[in-house]
């Protein structure tokens, strides 16, 4: 079956500490990958994707995420974290045509000063 | 991207009571979804919109509790009938847009309260 689990429910980190969250999937076939955040009060906003090609993938507001095929995994990382980065991440798997995309529980990040 | 817009951004309910939740979209849209995100929770799909015929419901959800209609490309209700306190969620819809057929884009959400 279909999953993804974000190990994590939440993290705390100090601001301009790195930061690494973790996401596992298991898919049938080779899976479109997706990581958002959500602020307190808003809807997601799609940080990065990977469909192929490099494995590292660069997003929005300095943020990154490696494809493992070996490990199932996708973890996002950040180098610097800033205090307007507490939100909550979820991590996504789909397949082409946007249909059937499933998500994480998600990981709440904070982020202490 | 684009700008997907939903009505009303909140709202409080009183048990027994309808509401109506739009999404609108300023871009050329090939599929449409409602999700629901009860408190705490991740997000669950409700349904697929199609355009001009009935919605496409997930297990667990019907077509008389949660009403959606998409009269054209770009626009898309959904209702929750009969309210009860478990209804209390945030109800998000995401579109997939022509020229990026496999990702989806999430609209602001509609935080609903039913007391």
């Known amino acids: 079956a279909q999953s993804v689990t974000q190990p994590d429910i939440h993290i705390t980190v100090s601001e301009g500490a790195s930061l690494e969250l973790r996401c596992n999937y298991s898919?049938?076939?080779?899976?479109?990958l997706f990581w958002y955040v959500q602020s307190p009060g808003q809807g997601l906003q799609l940080l990065l994707k990977y469909f192929s090609g490099d494995t590292l993938v660069q997003g929005i507001k300095g943020f990154e995420a490696e494809f493992k095929r070996s490990q199932s995994s996708f973890n996002l990382r950040k180098p610097s974290v800033h205090w307007s980065d507490a939100a909550e991440y979820f991590c996504?798997?789909?397949?082409?045509?946007?249909?059937?995309?499933?998500f994480g529980a998600g990981t709440r990040l904070f982020v202490k000063a | 991207s684009a700008v997907i817009s939903q009505k009303p951004s909140r709202d409080i309910c009183q048990r027994g009571t309808s509401l109506t939740i739009q999404c609108q979209v300023d871009?050329?849209?090939?599929?449409m979804f409602w999700y629901r995100q009860q408190p705490g929770q991740s997000l669950t799909l409700i349904a697929t919109?199609?355009?001009?015929?009935?919605?496409?419901?997930e297990s667990g959800f019907v077509i008389d509790k949660f009403p959606i209609s998409r009269p054209n490309l770009t626009f898309s209700t959904l209702t929750v009938s009969n309210m009860s306190p478990e209804d209390s969620s945030i109800y998000l819809c995401?579109?997939?847009?022509?020229?990026?057929?496999?990702?989806?884009?999430f609209g602001p959400g509609t935080r609903l309260t039913v007391l």
């Open positions: 898919y049938g076939a080779t899976p479109y």
């Open positions: 996504a798997v789909g397949n082409t045509g946007g249909f059937k995309t499933i």
């Open positions: 919109a199609n355009q001009g015929s009935e919605a496409t419901y």
């Open positions: 995401s579109v997939v847009l022509q020229g990026t057929p496999d990702t989806q884009y």
């Open positions: 871009s050329q849209v090939t599929m």
